[in-house]
Nanobody, 128 residues
Framework: VQLQASGGGLVQAGGSLRLSCAAS????????AGWFRQAPGTEREFVAA????????YYADSVKGRFTISRDNTKNTMYLQIDSPKPEDTAVYYC??????????????????????WGQGTKVTVSS
């Protein structure tokens, strides 16, 4: 599976932005996936995750209520809708996919080590 993240850019605080993660390979449709981000000078952190069917979604507390993760398996694409962004959301956003959607993922969805495939990242800058 190869992942290509896009949609980043400059957005004003309180605006909105949608990130996309396009995947190649049919296995993505059966793979759990997620978004992580890395701000300058910090470690990469979990943002949101979604099961292969979209039936289970998880969020970091810092983005809950403002970000929405979704996927369209007919298009092999995952999305991250960012509403009411804050300057502290400024980071490079990475999409990632697991090899499958096994039971272990539901306990470890927030761990980078759980994901086997990574996109190159797309930069989001939120101005105040």
């Amino acid at each position: 599976v190869q992942l290509q993240a896009s949609g980043g850019g400059l957005v004003q605080a309180g605006g909105s932005l949608r990130l996309s993660c396009a995947a190649s390979g049919r296995t993505f449709r059966r793979s759990a996936a997620g978004w992580f981000r890395q701000a300058p000078g910090t470690e990469r952190e979990f943002v949101a995750a979604i099961s292969w069917s979209g039936g289970s979604r998880y969020y970091a507390d810092s983005v809950k209520g403002r970000f929405t993760i979704s996927r369209d398996n007919t298009k092999n694409t995952m999305y991250l809708q960012i509403d009411s962004p804050k300057p502290e959301d400024t980071a490079v956003y990475y999409c990632a996919a697991d090899r499958s959607d096994g039971s272990r993922w539901y306990e470890a969805y927030y761990l980078q080590s759980e994901y086997d495939y990574w996109g190159q990242g797309t930069k989001v800058t939120v101005s105040s």
